[in-house]
C-alpha cells in the first residue's frame, strides 16, 4: 500500500486534461502530471505531520502557495494519513515560494477573513485556528499571498475535519485511469470480428440479386 502513486509526462490533450487524478478502492492516490517539455508543469510535494500535500504548478508562475494543513479534503485517504491530526491541530500551515520577499500571506475560511499567517522560519507561514469550529460537514479555505514585485495567488479548497463525507473525483479521469483498458480493447476488436463473419455469412446465404430487363450478353 501507499499514499500515493506518482506519474508525469502527460501531454493535456490540448489542455483538455491538464492534469489526470484519482484515488483507488484501497486509498492510495494516483496522480498524473503535465508534461515538462510543452507545459511546463511541477510538482512540489509535502508531508505534514505525515499529512500528504501537493501542489501542481506551472513554472516560472509566482508565488507558489501549498496549504498543508487543513488539507483537501479531496485528497484525503483515512487508510494512510492520521486525518484526526486536522481536528487537534493548533494553527493553519501553508507554504509560500518566491523570488520576491513574500508581503503577506491573508487566509479566510467560508468567506471569513481569519488574519494574516506569520512566517515562522524559511517559506512556513502558520495561523492559530480553532478546528473545532469546523467540525461538522465540508468548509472552503482560501488564502492569497502578494509578493513584493506586486504578484498574487490564491489557493482554495474544501476540507472537512470529520472524515464520514465523501467526494468523488471526475468521471472521465476516474474511468481513464482506473479502467482495464485492454479489457475492452479486446471487446471491442471481437465484436468488429462477429461484425464482419455476420456481413459475410449473411451475402453466403442472401438470394443472388436477379437482373431485370434483356441482358446485353449472350
Avoid at 484501497?26 to 510538482?43: A, P, S, Y
Avoid at 507554504?95 to 471569513?112: E, N, R, W
Avoid at 506586486?150 to 472537512?160: E, I, L, R, V, Y
Avoid at 468523488?168 to 463473419?197: C, E, N, P, T
Amino acid at each position: 500500500s501507499a499514499t500515493a502513486y506518482l506519474c508525469g509526462h502527460l501531454h493535456t490533450l490540448g489542455g483538455l486534461m491538464p492534469a489526470l487524478h484519482t484515488q483507488h478502492h484501497h486509498g492510495t492516490l494516483e496522480l498524473e502530471l503535465g508534461d515538462w517539455k510543452d507545459n511546463r508543469k511541477f510538482r512540489i510535494l509535502a508531508f505534514d505531520h505525515d499529512l500528504f500535500s501537493f501542489a501542481d504548478l506551472n513554472f516560472e508562475e509566482w508565488p507558489v502557495v501549498l496549504v498543508t494543513n487543513p488539507k483537501p479534503f479531496l485528497y484525503s485517504s483515512s487508510a494512510h494519513e492520521p486525518l484526526q491530526r486536522i481536528l487537534h491541530s493548533t494553527h493553519i500551515r501553508i507554504l509560500a515560494f518566491s523570488p520576491s520577499p513574500i508581503k503577506f500571506v491573508k487566509v479566510s475560511i467560508d468567506g471569513i477573513h481569519l488574519g494574516d499567517a506569520l512566517q515562522v522560519s524559511g517559506p512556513l507561514y502558520v495561523l492559530k485556528w480553532s478546528p473545532q469550529s469546523y467540525s461538522q460537514g465540508f468548509h472552503q479555505i482560501n488564502v492569497t499571498v502578494q509578493d513584493a514585485s506586486g504578484k498574487s495567488t490564491t489557493q482554495h479548497h474544501p476540507f472537512a475535519v470529520e472524515e464520514n463525507l465523501s467526494l468523488k473525483f471526475g468521471l472521465l479521469s476516474s474511468w481513464i485511469l482506473l479502467a482495464d483498458h485492454y479489457i475492452w480493447v479486446r471487446v471491442v476488436f471481437a465484436l468488429m470480428v462477429i461484425v464482419q463473419i455476420a456481413f459475410l455469412i449473411s451475402f453466403r446465404y442472401l438470394g443472388r440479386p436477379s437482373l431485370k430487363g434483356k441482358s446485353l450478353f449472350k
